[in-house]
């Protein structure tokens, strides 16, 4: 575990916890490491919400699929980034969502109930980790709100153009890459992908912007 201790340290929800005091407090919230495939499914539909994760390498995608089996992507998750964290936190009985790996990778889970609970060593750094965990929980959930204001747009063209302008803004480049091929992407964005395609092309000979893949330049 300790090979992953400088991508803990990049999490937020370890702000202001010693590096000598990682070991134990993995101890106390029951942290154990996985590693998954791509396509290896982490938390699936229906489970308990019972444990938070944490990617250390690789990435892994919230996926939420309907009663006709259409798929949506919830959320693309890098290293340092938290997932299941909301639902775990809430209590809710069955998570409405899975999450999948998006290639191969590395995650921690962490059991909330040990998060949450301050434990009868009274560890120094438990109030602490409490806190930000409530913090990231209120971060993500602007996340969430921003994709909703995106996905509620009327046509596939503003869904599009809200989501790259966004992108563009996060990553303060007008030229910059998103995490989705064509048909995640169109399942990001809960559109068909032809429609998507078919809007990328005329944004392409209207001068609006230029793509190759998952790289786009806004002109």
Known sequence: MKDFYSILARSPLFDGIRMEDLEAMLGCIGGRTVSAAKGQTIFREGDPATHVGMVLTGAVRMVREDFHGNRS?????GPAELFGETYACAGVEALPISVVADEDSRVLLMDCRRITTTC??????????IFNLLNMVAVKN??????????????????????LLDQAKLQGSNCFT??????????????????LSAEISKLRREGILKSDKNQFVLL
């Open 120 to 129: 009868c060593n009274a560890c120094a750094f438990h109030s602490r980790i």
């Open 178 to 195: 998103i995490p989705f091929d064509r048909q995640e992407l169109a399942d990001y964005l809960e559109v068909e992908r032809s429609g």
């Open 142 to 163: 602007l996340v969430f709100d921003q994709k909703i204001q995106i996905i509620s747009k009327r046509t596939t063209r503003e869904k599009l153009m809200a989501y």
């Open 73 to 77: 992507i919830v959320a693309h998750i």
